[in-house]
């Protein structure tokens, strides 16, 4: 079922074979590269991410209220409709 590293050698041939290996741990490496990396961007930018989410969230809190203060103080007319045509 399974192929000792002997055989393969033989198999491949002893060239082919160390090719195989090498390409493999290139591979390996290269993954690992690219998870590292986004590790440490998701790490780094993360803090940012959240603060930037608490500023607009106050910002929009603040101009809900504001907002909903000045139409308290008579600045918004409200009236009342009715329907006239129904589609």
């Given at each position: 079922m399974w192929a000792s590293l002997r055989e393969?050698?033989?198999?491949l041939g002893a060239r082919r074979f160390w090719a195989?290996?090498?390409?493999l741990a290139l591979a390996a490496s290269a993954g690992l590269v690219i998870i590292v990396a986004a590790m440490t961007a998701m790490v780094l930018l993360l803090p940012f991410a959240m603060i930037a989410a608490l500023v607009v969230y106050l910002r929009v809190r603040r101009a809900m209220r504001s907002a909903n203060r000045s139409r308290r103080n008579g600045h918004v007319i409200d009236?009342?409709?009715?329907v006239v045509e129904i589609r």
């Open positions: 393969l050698r033989t198999a195989v290996i090498l390409k009236g009342e409709y009715t």
